[in-house]
Nanobody, 117 residues
Framework: QVQLVESGGGLVQAGGSLRLSCAAS????????MDWYRQAPGKQREWVAL???????VYADSVKGRFTISRDNAKNTVYLQMNSLKPEDTAVYYC???????????WGQGTQVTVSS
């Protein structure tokens, strides 16, 4: 089993920055990819950024150039640095991990990000 715990959300003004953290514990060696999703009120959950093992990060067009996903293997933590935040970035942000063998998805509890105009 894998546990994911997000932190770092909060209230920020438009143009500001936040850094989200996702700490992984448990059988983390089984995780092949880590990414971030978000869900705004009344909307479906959408993918934000992907950090695959041994490959370059990939971003949704809506955050490209503003968000950066990174990982610290020593701390078993994945980060999402969010700059130039916009009100439309307001959402609950979720950390997601996927193992291939066996195929399994893991989710954190989410952290709220609110961007005021």
């Amino acid at each position: 089993q894998v546990q994911l715990v997000e932190s770092g959300g909060g209230l920020v003004q438009a143009g500001g920055s936040l850094r989200l953290s996702c700490a992984a514990s448990g059988r983390i060696i089984s995780i092949n990819t880590m990414d971030w999703y978000r869900q705004a009120p009344g909307k479906q959950r959408e993918w934000v950024a992907l950090m695959p093992s041994g490959a370059n990060a990939v971003y949704a067009d809506s955050v490209k150039g503003r968000f950066t996903i990174s990982r610290d293997n020593a701390k078993n933590t994945v980060y999402l640095q969010m700059n130039s935040l916009k009100p439309e970035d307001t959402a609950v942000y979720y950390c997601h991990g996927r193992s291939i063998l066996p195929l399994r998805d893991y989710w954190g509890q989410g952290t709220q990000v609110t961007v005021s105009s």
